[in-house]
Every structure is written in C-alpha cells, then in structure tokens.
C-alpha cells in the first residue's frame, strides 16, 4: 500500500524558511514522477514544483527562484525548500506521486505571516 507522509509545515515569517518533506512508504525509484501542490484559502489546487525520475525538475512562475525541489531515493523521501518566503505562499501543500496512477499525501499546513 503507497501511503505519502508530509511534514515539515508551519508558521513563518514572510522572507523566512522551510523544508517539507514527503516519506513515501515504498521505494520512490518507481514513480514516474513526484510534485509538490498547494491549495491556498478560497482557491483552486496548484502544482509548485515537480521532479521526474530522471531528476528533471519544473516550478510554477510564482515559485521560481525561490523553491527547491528534490528527491532522495536513498531515503524514499522527497523534498521542497522554501526560500524567501511571501504571504502569498500560504497554503496547505501536497505530496504526489505518479505509478499508473495519482498518490497524494494528506497535506501539511504552511503559514507565512507578514
């Protein structure tokens, strides 16, 4: 059973930082590909940054430059962080994964006061 564990959220002020991390239940080598989104206050779920298994990585606009992501598969764990952090990054953030078809995480809850 694929089970995704996001951890690593919380209350920050603006132009601070975090690290959240995804712990994956199975080795992360299979999936095609793993993502970060984020669903903010009264608006629609958004992909931030995703990583493919060959290490390839892309990012929303709205993060570029400031958000890291990466995978360790040594750890079956993959990452995002967060740098330079806005109000406007508020959200609760995502863990997926693609095998075949669509795992997500429960969320971890990113608070980033001005």
């Known amino acids: 059973q694929v089970q995704l564990v996001e951890s690593g959220g919380g209350l920050v002020e603006a132009g601070g930082s975090l690290r959240l991390s995804c712990a994956v239940s199975?080795?992360?080598?299979?999936?095609?590909?793993m993502a970060w989104y984020r669903r903010a206050p009264g608006k629609e779920r958004e992909l931030v940054a995703g990583i493919s298994k060959g290490g390839s990585t892309n990012y929303a606009d709205s993060v570029k430059g400031r958000f890291t992501i990466s995978r360790d598969n040594t750890k079956d764990t993959m990452y995002l962080q967060m740098n330079s952090l806005k109000p406007e990054d508020t959200a609760v953030y995502y863990c997926?994964?693609?095998?075949?078809?669509?795992?997500w995480g429960k969320g971890t809850l990113v608070t980033v006061s001005s």
């Open positions: 199975v080795r992360i080598f299979m999936f095609s590909t």
């Open positions: 997926n994964a693609v095998l075949a078809m669509d795992y």
